[in-house]
Nanobody, 119 residues
Framework: EVQLVESGGGLVQPGGSLRLSCAASGFTFGSYDMSWVRQAPEKGPEWLSGITNGGDYRYYAGSLKGRFTISRDNAKNTLYLRMNSLKPEDTAVYYC????????????WGQGTQVTVSS
C-alpha cells in the first residue's frame, strides 16, 4: 500500500522557518519524481516545487522567490521542504505527492500537514 505521511507543520510567526518531512512507503521512492503542493482555505491546490527521482533537478514556483528548498533522501525514503521567511499567506495545508508537477489530481499524495503563519 502506498503511503505518504507529511509532518513538521505547525504554528510559526511571520519571518520564521519550518522544515516539512514526507515519509514514503509502499513503493520504490527513489524511482519517483516528487512534488510539494499546498492548498489554502477556499483555494485550489498550488504546486510549489518538484524534484527528480535522483534529486538532480529541482523546480520551483516563481512566486516563492527562493524562500523554499526541496530535497530528498532516497536512503531514508523521505522528502523535505525547507521554508524560510514565512508569511501569513503561506498558511495552508501542505502535501507531498508523486510526480514532478502534481496538483493533486493524479498519482499519490498524503493527508497533508497544516502550516499556520501568524503572530
Amino acid at each position: 500500500e502506498v503511503q505518504l505521511v507529511e509532518s513538521g507543520g505547525g504554528l510559526v510567526q511571520p519571518g520564521g522557518s519550518l522544515r516539512l518531512s514526507c515519509a514514503a512507503s509502499g513503493f520504490t521512492f527513489g524511482s519517483y519524481d516528487m512534488s510539494w503542493v499546498r492548498q489554502a482555505p477556499e483555494k485550489g491546490p498550488e504546486w510549489l516545487s518538484g524534484i527528480t527521482n535522483g534529486g538532480d533537478y529541482r523546480y520551483y514556483a516563481g512566486s516563492l522567490k527562493g524562500r523554499f528548498t526541496i530535497s530528498r533522501d532516497n536512503a531514508k525514503n523521505t522528502l523535505y521542504l525547507r521554508m524560510n521567511s514565512l508569511k501569513p499567506e503561506d498558511t495552508a495545508v501542505y502535501y507531498c505527492a508523486t510526480g514532478l508537477h502534481s496538483v493533486l489530481t493524479t498519482g499519490y499524495w498524503g493527508q497533508g500537514t497544516q502550516v499556520t503563519v501568524s503572530s
